[in-house]
């Protein structure tokens, strides 16, 4: 008994340390830096807590911030830009290798800088920072590892100057082709800032109704963007309503359109025989010799 109890207590304490992870707490969650200059550069700081005591690696991680996190600021939205401003923030030295700031507190600083180009779209823009620590020295008694459990933060600021979001569909097209209708339409950004859209097709028709997506595309000012997608569909006559949409509005296009299936054109490529002209070039060929050497 006493050896299972031995070989019990053993596989208790390895399951311990094999699931010993660290957890790093992030405060402030979000910075706001409010409105800031074409050309300016503004410095930022957020701490990391945790209670443990060595160094620690930080790998930072920009990006854009997910549309669900930006449709959250429901009072803003008609002011947002959707433009990728991860490469406004520079990083030096990445990872980065933090040290106590606060030995009571056990925190650690991570401080960052933003400059603004002079080329930036007025209006709100946000990002998510995304900290990767790496602990440095691993717990001696610990055989698989440390795992660091961490949040992002969001970033907002606001780029001087008025935001106007609008466009307008230019067309929408519907081919047919083994059973499956392709829907494309072409939508014109004519606002000053990047939009995220998606177009929605409403099919209604005697034969067969639906409604399909497109996925998400980025576009800039005064840009046209494709939006398209399938889906199987019987053939015949069909109203067409195109729509869409972006963070703050829509527009539609209504049309009726004839889905059948589309004419493949065969392309009949001559045979060309090369033999005569290879045979009358050799000839010219012999013809220069002759009359140059002869």
Known sequence: ????????????????????????????????????????????????LTSYTENVLIYVQVEKAPRDIIARYTDILDEISEEDASSWIKIDTNPITLQLVNETLQTRKVVLKITIPQDAEPGYHFLKIIPKPIVTKEVSSQVGG????ITSIILKFRVEGNVEQKGKILDTVVTYENGRANFETYFLNQGNVTLEIKAIFMVEGENQSLTVHSPYTLVQPNKVAKLSTSSILKTGIYNLTTSVYWLSGNTSKF???????????????????????????????ISYLIGKYV
Do not use: C, H, W
């Open 146 to 149: 440390i795992a660091v459990s």
């Open 255 to 285: 049309q009726t359109v004839e889905v059948k299936e589309t004419k493949k054109e065969i392309v009949f490529i001559p045979k060309i025989d090369y033999l005569p002209l290879i045979i009358l070039i050799i000839i010219i060929i």
């Open 1 to 48: 008994m006493n050896k299972f109890l031995i070989l019990f207590i053993v596989l208790f304490f390895f399951s311990i340390q094999v699931g010993k992870s660290i957890s790093i707490g992030i405060s402030p969650p979000s910075i706001d830096l409010g409105e800031l200059k074409r050309g300016e550069v503004k410095e930022f700081s957020f701490d990391l």
